[in-house]
Nanobody, 115 residues
Framework: QVRLVESGGGLVQAGGSLRLSCAASGIIFSIVTMGWYRQAPGKQREYVAAITSGGSTNYADSVKGRFTISRDNAKKTVYLQMNNLKPEDTAVYYC?????????WGQGTQVTVSS
């Protein structure tokens, strides 16, 4: 059974930083693409960043230069370092594991950025 557990969310002031973690189990972590998505109240879930099994990264324009995604295959964990946070980054952040055609989601972790 695949399980993704996010952690590291919280309340932070604008300009601050947070580091999200997502621990995976039940999958061959090293071969899957891992991603982060977020959903703000009243909005659709949106893509934030992804990292392939080979370590290639991709970011949404809204977070480029502020967020960094990384992975530790030995720990089966993906991270999202978020710097210079803005109030518009407030959302529930979800971890995703993708290996075509399968896609798995975590339960989410709340990030709130106060102005």
């Amino acid at each position: 059974q695949v399980r993704l557990v996010e952690s590291g969310g919280g309340l932070v002031q604008a300009g601050g930083s947070l580091r999200l973690s997502c621990a995976a189990s039940g999958i061959i972590f090293s071969i899957v693409t891992m991603g982060w998505y977020r959903q703000a109240p009243g909005k659709q879930r949106e893509y934030v960043a992804a990292i392939t099994s080979g370590g290639s990264t991709n970011y949404a324009d809204s977070v480029k230069g502020r967020f960094t995604i990384s992975r530790d295959n030995a720990k089966k964990t993906v991270y999202l370092q978020m710097n210079n946070l803005k109030p518009e980054d407030t959302a529930v952040y979800y971890c995703n594991a993708f290996y075509d055609p399968d896609s798995y989601w975590g339960q989410g972790t709340q990030v709130t950025v106060s102005s």
